[in-house]
């Protein structure tokens, strides 16, 4: 791997984001709303409910992890999305590029990205509603990296899907974490849900997060074995979804898909 | 020395539908090879298979004696090309488009060799537009100019003065030729335009069908098979390759 070369891909995400509006705004404008919406609905349920229960790490929290799993899953597709947009696959992938720089150029631009939404976040939760990373204690690390990493994850699998069945296929990408929340048991217990959602929600590393989350609010100790199996988890997700991106690349080089990539087909 | 391209038994098959058939040649040092034929002949595709983003169904390539399928980014840190079905992306600006590339061709030097290559090509005034508010001839030569960062050893040029006025065309032929004379670089060019092949080629490869019908010095070449022009001799390997291909 050159540096130089993984460097360039987030040197170009870099000068797209700072010559437009259009691209900064997003990275903090909506988790800045879902921040004051869920503040709000927190603070209005704690408003309602039994005193003594406080809402706001474990609602306001959740959101706030689970947009920053979102934003890091979405960096790294928008970054993707740009050579797609602006049909720039036969200039890069004709280089000395290789496709592990290019994905952890993506990935690096990623981190950029979603830790700008990360800091507005928590100021926002922490100045308006008192929310504090403080609270779930030392457990926030492995949180953030599971999240972080399933983040990654997906964001490279959504980038190969685009790319194995063409552009059109973006509206498909971007609803993914919406597809897995129910899942993933973000704002309830995974034991709400049915049996067979159980099933799957096992095999989602976010799950572990949340169900941590929500012991460590009601007082008891995080588990460590399942921090770790989520950690573990995440990690075999990211090799998968390297596999599965490079298997898509070989494809697309065997079958002439990415010198002709606008035309979605080769047949 | 190994030659700057070697190509031996090169085929791309698409299910039944062959697009290049088995064709070998090379390119040496300071040659300027012109890869002509009418459209749909293969010529793309077989730039393609030595810029690597298509897979060749047999055969090898060789860039400085370095294998394209197992060496690959070996093989294209000295190749570089401009197409003219391949702009840079129209959101950067001229000089971040150069900046990102150099980066990626790992060229040393970089802000000194961007700033030779914007006087060079004539983009100085236009360093921090948007490449895409460019007219078609000021991307070429954006193109022309990116293609040149890294001093290639190997240059690949799809139809590089399609979208230039003739005077523009003559001088970008004029730095390429000088280009190619000066270091150790061998060009590869397509073209549809014979009065600028015979100006600037060395040598040319006809092909059609996939195949390569002709080769020869694209001065030569029309009278060695009774024709007076290299245009007239493009046509009627265009219409009637398989007469040729007994001559």
Redesign the interface.
């Known amino acids: 791997m ?1 540096l ?2 993984t ?2 891909i987030v ?2 995400h870099f ?2 984001v700072r ?2 509006p259009a691209r900064v705004l997003p990275l903090f404008a909506w988790v800045a709303i879902d921040m004051l919406l869920w503040g709000y609905i927190t603070k209005y349920l704690n408003a309602v409910s039994a005193a003594g229960f406080d809402f706001v790490p474990v609602l306001l929290g959740a959101v706030l992890l689970w947009d920053f799993f979102t934003r890091v899953m979405h960096g790294i597709t928008m970054a993707f999305m ?1 050579d797609v947009w ?13 496709i592990s720089e290019y994905v952890s150029g993506l990935v690096a631009s990623s981190i950029g990205t979603s830790l700008v939404g990360l800091i507005v976040m928590l100021v926002l939760a922490s100045a308006i509603f008192g929310l504090s990373f403080l609270s779930y204690g030392a457990a926030i690390l492995p949180f953030l990296l599971v999240l972080f990493l399933f983040g990654v994850a997906l964001g490279i699998i959504g980038a190969a899907i685009v790319l194995r069945f063409g552009p059109a296929t973006e509206w498909f990408i971007w609803p993914i974490p919406a597809l897995v929340s129910p899942f993933a048991g973000v704002f309830y217990p995974v034991a709400t849900l049915p049996t067979w959602m159980q099933y799957i929600s096992s095999t989602l590393p976010p799950s572990y997060v949340f169900e941590n989350l929500r012991a460590i609010i009601s007082g008891h100790a995080p588990s460590v074995t399942a921090l770790i199996w989520g950690v573990v988890l995440a990690v075999v997700y990211v090799l998968l979804a390297c596999w599965m991106f490079v298997g898509v690349y ?1 494809h697309s ?2 079958s ?1 898909l ?2 002709r990539y606008s035309a979605e087909t ?1 047949s | 020395m190994p030659n700057v391209l070697s190509v031996e038994n090169l085929s791309k098959k698409y299910g039944d539908t062959i697009a290049v058939d088995g064709i070998s040649f090379e390119v040496e040092r300071n040659e300027i090879v012109g890869l002509l034929g009418p459209n749909g002949a293969g010529k793309t595709t077989t730039i393609n298979m030595v810029l690597s983003v298509l897979e060749p169904t047999s055969g090898s390539i060789r860039i400085e004696g370095i294998d394209v399928a197992r060496q690959r980014s070996q093989a294209l840190d000295c190749t570089n090309f401009a197409a003219v079905y391949a702009p840079l992306p129209g959101n950067l600006t001229v000089y971040q488009n150069l900046h990102v590339f150099g980066l990626i061709y790992g060229v040393k030097h970089l802000s000194a060799r961007i700033e030779s290559l914007l006087e060079q090509f004539e983009l100085e005034r236009f360093r921090n537009l948007k490449s895409g508010v460019l007219s078609s001839g000021e991307q070429t030569r954006l193109c022309l100019a990116k293609a040149m960062l890294n001093q290639p050893h190997l240059l690949l040029l799809d139809e590089p003065t399609a979208s230039l006025d003739p005077a523009t065309a003559r001088d970008i032929r004029t730095k390429i030729r000088e280009f190619a004379m000066r270091g150790l670089c061998g060009v590869l060019w397509t073209s549809h335009n014979m009065y600028e092949v015979a100006d600037v080629c060395d040598r040319v490869l006809f092909l059609s069908h996939g195949k390569i019908m002709l080769e020869g010095d694209p001065k030569t070449l029309p009278q060695d098979h009774g024709k007076s022009t290299l245009e007239e001799l493009f046509i009627a390997v265009a219409r009637e390759p398989l007469t040729l291909e007994r001559v």
């Open positions: 050159t130089s070369r460097f360039a040197l170009r000068y797209l010559g437009s740009e602006s049909r720039n696959f036969l200039n890069l992938f004709a280089t000395p590029l290789a070989r080089v065997r002439g990415v010198a080769v």
